[in-house]
């Protein structure tokens, strides 16, 4: 508090600013592979769930082989069989890909929270990070420059979707089964099998989202971990207009806003906590009404996709 | 006319089957996953019999348990007969319990009766218009009402943490930030001879009133027709905006009803203990009941019992507490899943209803 008030009112920006750059990076990663989902045709709404079961998954191998990266990796394993679940009841006829993103929302929670029981008081290994800020005299900007090794990855991995889904026989594939499943059979295409790699995909880079939470920040794993960023990072997907580099944006943006709640405590605001800590889901509402239309399609959604209709 | 009711009759028998069949699925899946952790399936399984059935508190507990979930269901269950997936019955039930409080501590000696309806009305109001508010949102700005509602639960909680936390705050209460009190008098007790509360009954007869406008009524008739196909609902020129805030009306009513009663019954107060996950395993009793109230009676009491064993599977087993929460997900899913085997049972049609009479009849006609 003290120090926050030698900065001032820059102090709760600069914390902003480092939070938007630290917690936004989950929101990246879930909302990426929302995307990849989403462009295939498919929705899923249990990305909530998949992040909880990364976040478990990665702090439980972590903990158990002392390597954060292996727990990553474990963490994008664990998603992208939680994705093949999704995919698999998904390709049944008359079964509603929404509804399954809600069942494995549920699943995946439980299944975390069973199994990650026992890891709740241990104390794990963290990811690394690159200081930005040795140059500054204020511990808080050198704080709020600290790049942790997954944004950079988010980044490069934006990168290469919106280059892929661009460029590539991949990319153009995923595209045509978003946009009309008639095309794709008359291509060719195995539409179901298409959707069902997109899904793991995308469940593998939720996965690693919430690896993120346990291995760097908050760090730890505890039932309290994730506070619905997996159910926001598929708003974020509307108001990014299903590009990745958009993508990107939106999540610094709503990293910045989850960040707000903290930060204004940090500088001895208490008073309306709570809905500053609401913020984020505030923001997205707000945001889904303002770039929702009643009759016309949102601009760059997939056709396919139940949610955009 | 013969047709019509063989086929009323094989479609009960299919709905049946296949949701028994996804029950079993779940059973042998759950018991494959407990197995893997070192306790015996079939002792877990008795165990849930037990801790859901078995002695009167157990049957009494479950009971307690199902009583919010035949409410909090319907904010799924109403507004999916028109074709929306409303998935807020957290919030609405959290908001609903907001507004009973509220109000409650205005009646300070009121007489019974007139205090409860009127704490009630002011749940199932307040979660009406809550999710009216997402149905309004879809119907004339195309926001998605899944996401939105889903939203509208994260800032129903936060609502209320910062109305507890500091406006309607009860600072005597110092083991868990809680709300205002509603008066003693007007506190909802037991039904006679049952240690369960009144919840049950508010929540059993809306259900038995929703199925009998849904299935009797032209208001009925009319949300079946949008949700089945919404341009045939237009051509007829039904008016869809009035349905379809209608539907979420009723629904997040129900909710915010399951609210009122948590307040009244239960609590008496508002605090984190509100947020029990209620409404997400009304999600799950109302797919289970396929959408009809009526079912969501029996699935209610089903899903009661599950939680309601949770606790002696946690102390006979050393299984943690998430346990139910993994049955309730793989449920969840078997049951999706099994939407998949409708229609494919020809088996059933050489299935001849002999125990109904009604075809003799209508041969004679």
């Known amino acids: 508090m003290q120090e926050a008030g030698d900065l001032g009112w820059w102090g709760v920006a600069i914390a902003v600013i480092g939070g938007a750059f630290r917690v936004s990076t989950p929101y990246i990663f879930v909302s990426l592979g929302e995307v990849i989902t989403e462009k295939s045709g498919r929705v899923n709404l249990g990305l909530e769930g998949i992040l909880v079961m990364g976040a478990m998954s990665a702090f439980a191998v972590a903990v158990m082989t002392g390597s954060p990266w292996l727990g990553v990796l474990a963490a994008g394993i664990a998603g992208a069989l939680l994705g093949a679940v999704h995919a698999a009841i998904s390709n049944l006829p008359r079964v509603n890909d929404i509804a399954v993103g809600i069942a494995l929302f549920i699943f995946g929670i439980g299944l975390a929270f069973f199994l990650g029981k026992p890891f709740t008081p241990v104390a794990g290994p963290i990811l690394p990070h690159i200081s930005l800020g040795a140059w500054s005299a204020f511990p808080q900007v050198r704080n709020a420059l600290e790049i942790n090794a997954l944004f950079i990855l988010g980044l490069v991995v934006a990168g290469l979707v919106y280059w892929g889904l661009k460029n590539t026989r991949w990319g153009l594939m995923l595209r045509v089964c978003g946009d009309s499943s008639d095309a794709a059979l008359a291509m060719g295409l195995n539409v179901n099998y298409v959707r069902t790699v997109a899904t793991m995909v995308g469940g593998f880079l939720a996965g690693i989202g919430g690896s993120f939470l346990s291995l760097y920040y908050p760090g730890g794993w505890n039932e309290g971990l994730s506070s619905g960023q997996g159910l926001m990072a598929i708003a974020l997907v509307i108001f990014a207009r299903w590009n990745p580099i958009y993508c990107v944006y939106a999540s610094l943006l709503f990293g910045a806003a989850t960040a707000l709640g903290p930060a204004l405590q940090t500088a001895g605001i208490n008073e309306n906590y709570y809905l500053y800590g609401a913020a984020p889901y505030f923001l997205t509402l707000a945001l889904l009404i303002y770039s929702s239309s009643p009759d016309r399609l949102l601009a760059g959604a997939p056709a396919e996709v139940s949610i955009s209709k | ?365």
């Open chain 2, 1 to 365: 006319m013969v047709t019509a009711i063989r086929s009323h009759f094989h479609s009960v028998a299919e709905a049946v089957l296949v949701s028994f069949g996804a029950l079993a699925v779940t059973l042998i899946i759950f018991s494959a996953f407990v197995w893997l952790h070192g306790a015996n399936p079939l002792e877990v399984l008795y165990a849930l019999y037990q801790g859901g059935f078995a002695t009167r508190t157990s049957l009494e507990n479950t009971l307690t348990q199902a009583a919010p979930l035949m409410l909090t269901a319907l904010c799924t269950a109403i507004p999916a007969r028109a074709g929306l997936l409303v998935i807020g019955g957290e919030g609405a039930l959290v908001i609903g319990a907001l507004a009973t409080v509220l109000i409650g501590v205005l009646l300070e000696g009121w007489p019974f009766l007139p205090g409860v309806i009127v704490m009630s009305l002011a749940g199932a109001v307040a979660g009406g218009l809550w999710i009216a508010a997402a149905g309004g949102l879809r119907q004339y700005r195309g926001v998605n009402e899944t996401i939105s509602t889903l939203l509208l639960n994260y800032i129903a909680i936060a609502v209320m943490n910062h109305l507890i936390d500091g406006p309607i705050r009860d600072f005597s209460r110092t083991l868990k930030t809680s709300s205002w009190s509603i008066p003693d008098s007007l506190r909802v007790g037991s039904l006679p001879g049952l240690d369960v509360h009144w919840g049950l009954v508010v929540g059993a007869v809306c259900c038995l009133v929703l199925w009998f406008v849904m299935r009797k009524t032209t208001f009925g008739f009319a949300v079946d027709v949008l949700g089945g196909n919404a341009r045939a609902a237009q051509l007829a020129g039904f008016r869809i905006n009035r349905l379809v805030l209608a539907c979420c009306f009723i629904g997040g009513a129900g909710a915010g009803l399951a609210g009122a009663f948590e307040i009244m019954a239960v609590h008496g107060f508002a605090n984190e203990s509100l947020v029990v996950r209620l409404g997400y395993i009304g999600i799950l009793v109302a797919f289970l009941a396929r959408h009809n109230p009526l079912a969501i009676i029996g699935v209610a009491i089903l899903l009661g019992a599950i939680t309601a064993s949770g606790g002696l599977l946690q102390r006979r087993f050393g299984l943690p507490d998430a346990t139910t929460l993994v049955l309730q997900g793989i449920l969840f899913m078997s049951v999706l899943a099994s939407n998949a085997a409708y229609g494919r049972m020809s088996f059933l049609e050489m299935i001849r209803p002999a125990a109904v009479p009604e075809p003799v009849k209508s041969k004679e006609a």
